[in-house]
Each structure stands twice: as C-alpha cells, then as structure tokens.
C-alpha cells in the first residue's frame, strides 16, 4: 500500500521541480516549503482549529462510545490514524528531496515515522484546558476510549499531547519537526544514509535557524524524545498484538489495509521471496 501511494504520479511535482536546487535553496526557503507542505496536509487546517470553538461529547454520547464493543472502536481509531497516516505520506512527498530518495528509503523512513509524525500533529487539536482532543467532530477525553480496553497506551497518547500543546508550537515548527521526524538518517534499514542524512543537515539547519529567528532555541530542549516517541510506538504495536489474541481474524478482515501493512505485518503476508 504505501509503495503505491508513494508513485510520483500524484502530487508532489513543485519538490521534483524545485528539488535538484534544494541545496542552492537559504534555508528560509525550505522553511517555507515545509510550511506550505504542512499546511496542505494537516487536517484540520490551521484557520478552522483557530476560528472554531469545538464542542465536548455529552455524557450520553461518551456512554454510547464506551459501550461499543472493543473490535468497533479498534477498528474507529484504526481508521482515524489511517487517515491521518495517509495525510503525512501526501506531506513526505511534497518535502522537497524526499521523492528523490530511493522507493526503498522512502517506505523505511514513513514506516518508521508516520506514527510519530501523527502523535505530534495531534496536539494541535487537542485542547490542554479539557484535556480532550478532536474526535469525530468533537472534544473527547480519554474515558471516552475505555472499551478499547488499553487505558495505558490512551494515557500515554494524552499525556504526550498535553507536553507538546503546552509547548505552543507555531506551524512552522511543528512542519520542521515533522521533516526531522520522517528524514533521521538513523533509522534502521536505510540503503543510502549518507544521502538522508544531507537531507536531513538540511532540515536541521532550517529548523535552528527558524529557532533562532524567532528566538525560540529553549523549545529543542523540551520537544518530546526520541525516546518517548519510540516507546509510545511500542506501546500501540504491543496493544495491537493483545487485540488480535482477544480478536483474531478482526485485524485482517476489517482493519484498513496500511494500518495493517504498518502495524499488524503478519509473516504470512511477506512476499514468499524475502521469506
Ligand atoms: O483521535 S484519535 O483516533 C485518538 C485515539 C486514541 C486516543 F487515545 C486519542 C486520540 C487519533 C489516534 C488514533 C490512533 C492512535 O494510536 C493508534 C491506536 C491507539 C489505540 C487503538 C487503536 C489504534 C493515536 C491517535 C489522534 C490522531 C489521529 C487519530
């Protein structure tokens, strides 16, 4: 699924253009290619999180969702973050040098950080004075998940909202972030690193720079770590292997087919060569 969603055909023609001058390119350009990269690709945008005051749940209708059966609400938010990964990929193909990375990179670089890139988005709507985030058109707060059966994992998704919310971060900043998220030449896997790694010099440069203009070099500092993302991830992969023994078959049969190929690989699925 991502190998086709990453063909060139769609989208992602002004990076293939512009790209090959990136390195002639000040870095406050990049920042704005990033930016305008960002915009395009959050949902909601910017202006509708601003101008729009977001209703909370009422208690029936977060009854409603906690007595849904378990599969029903793995599979909402399955769908939910399947949504939003799709939105990061359109957002990696329109970051200028992505494309020209190996397909292979590509998919090794988006596998391993989509989700973080998704955790970090979240936070822009998500609502530090209720605690709550958007959900299905409203703010919901983390009781409303109970019956995913997992309060840990949904504890942990809220308390990294609340940091990142609380650091006020400009869209600019979460863009950038975002590009050093999926552009880490340190990932496992890669074929070319020292070519993610220009890439990602780049980014790093761009992103200091943009610290600095807007004096906002304390914010390195308090950004989430590596760390806590990394386990954050661990912990979804975790609960999706404890949902699978509780619902064998549900993943398979209902579950988006890149939510799966992200998260519930099954060695069955791997092609019989690389078996
Ligand atoms: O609004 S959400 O559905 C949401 C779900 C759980 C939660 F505690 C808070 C929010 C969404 C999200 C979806 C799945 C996530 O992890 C994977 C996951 C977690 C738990 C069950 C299934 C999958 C994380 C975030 C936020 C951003 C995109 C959608």
Not at 71 to 87: D, F, K, N
Not at 106 to 117: C, D, N, S, W, Y
Not at 212 to 225: D, F, I, K
Not at 246 to 273: K, N
Request: charged letters at 20%.
């Amino acid at each position: 699924v991502l190998h086709g969603a990453l063909s060139p055909v769609g989208g992602g023609t002004c990076s293939v253009l512009l790209s090959h001058c990136v390195t002639r390119v000040p870095s406050e350009l990049l920042t704005q290619s990033v930016l305008l990269s960002h915009r395009a690709t959050c949902h909601p945008r910017a202006e509708e999180l601003q101008g729009h005051r977001w209703a909370t749940f009422t208690r029936e209708e977060i009854c409603a969702y906690q007595s849904q059966p378990m599969a029903e609400m793995w599979q909402r938010c399955a769908r939910r973050v399947t949504e939003a990964i799709e939105r990061v990929v359109e957002f990696a193909k329109r970051l200028r040098g992505f494309l020209e990375l190996s397909q292979h990179d590509q998919i090794v670089l988006l596998k391993a950080g989509a989700m973080e890139v998704v955790l970090v988005r979240m936070c822009r709507a998500f609502d530090a004075a209720t605690r709550t985030v958007l959900f299905e058109g409203k703010l919901a707060g983390p009781e409303l998940f109970r019956s995913l059966g997992c309060p840990e994992l949904v504890a942990s998704i809220f308390d990294l909202a609340q940091g990142l919310s609380a650091l006020r971060c400009s869209e600019s900043e979460l863009g950038l972030l975002s590009a050093l998220l999926l552009v880490n030449a340190g990932r496992p896997w890669l074929q070319d690193r020292p070519r993610v790694a220009r890439l990602q010099g780049h980014l790093d440069v761009a992103f200091r720079l943009l610290l600095r203009r807007t004096r906002r070099e304390g914010l390195l500092a308090r950004l989430p770590s590596p760390g806590q993302l990394r386990a954050l991830c661990s912990q979804h992969l975790e609960q999706v292997q404890a949902f699978r023994r509780l619902h064998p078959g549900v993943v398979s049969a209902s579950f988006p087919p890149l939510y799966r190929e992200l998260f519930a690989a099954d060695p069955a699925d791997v092609p019989a060569g690389t078996r």
